[in-house]
């Protein structure tokens, strides 16, 4: 069964950092790329960032762009997000998702979401 | 970017139809597929995959749920409607970077 657990969120200071996981189980993590999709309150889906298979290719939306770090550790089956320089604007639940094959596929899994509280 | 738009709602009855659609202002068609997703998300839970590349049923999501269109025009259509199917729907693409979703259409039961 695929699983997709997300872990790190919280409240957090603008200006300051926070950096998610997701630790992925029953597939082989390695094959798939990967991506966070976000979602603020009472607000609809917004794509974040996507890596590639093995983290030699990366994309981001411009407004994340230089701020956010979407990395990966296939040793340990581990999706990561490093968020810097946070804004209130980005308090969100974020999702882990897979794509189901590369970058361009749709996000067949999803992971159940960890809340992110950017604020004094 | 593409911008994709669906009504904010929808009401149906139970049993009968009901077709969501997404329009977008940029055509989503790329070598042979349309890059437009379905996906359903209830309250409080994650996404669901429905339907990938504007007609293909994902995995596990029952036959009442069909998607077509391309180009800039697509719609997702539940028939029969059942009352476990209230929830947002949200329609994405994946032809140009970087990817966007719809607003959602939430689907409520007359």
């Known amino acids: 069964e695929v699983q997709l657990v997300e872990s790190g969120g919280g409240l957090v200071q603008p200006g300051r950092s926070m950096k998610l996981s997701c630790a992925a189980s029953?597939?082989?993590?390695?094959?798939?790329?990967m991506a966070w999709v976000c979602q603020a309150p009472k607000k609809g889906l917004e794509w974040v960032a996507t890596?590639?298979?093995?983290?030699?290719?990366?994309y981001y939306r411009d407004s994340v762009k230089g701020r956010f770090t979407i990395s990966r550790d296939n040793a340990k089956s581990t999706l990561y997000l490093q968020m810097d320089s946070l804004r209130s604007e980005d308090t969100a639940t974020y999702y882990c998702?897979?794509?189901?094959?590369?970058?361009?596929?749709?996000?067949?899994?999803w992971g159940q979401g960890v809340m992110v509280t950017v604020s004094s | 970017d593409i911008v994709l738009t669906q009504s904010p709602a929808l009401a149906v009855s139970l049993g009968q139809r009901a077709t969501i659609s997404c329009k977008t202002n940029?055509?989503?068609?790329?070598?042979?597929?349309?890059?437009m997703h379905w996906y359903q998300q209830k309250p409080g839970q994650q996404p669901k995959l429905l339907i990938y590349?504007?007609?293909n049923l994902a995995s596990g999501i029952p036959a009442r749920f069909s998607g077509r269109g391309s180009g800039t025009d697509f719609t997702l259509t539940i028939d029969p409607v059942e009352a476990d199917d209230t929830a947002t729907y949200y329609c994405?693409?994946?032809?140009?970077?970087?990817?966007?979703f719809g607003g959602g259409t939430k689907l409520e039961l007359k």
């Open positions: 029953g597939f082989t993590f390695n094959n798939y790329d």
């Open positions: 940029q055509n989503v068609d790329y070598y042979g597929n349309s890059y």
């Open positions: 590349l504007a007609s």
């Open positions: 998702a897979r794509h189901d094959g590369g970058y361009r596929e749709s996000l067949d899994y």
């Open positions: 994405q693409q994946s032809r140009n970077l970087p990817w966007t």
């Open positions: 890596i590639s298979y093995d983290g030699s290719s990366t």
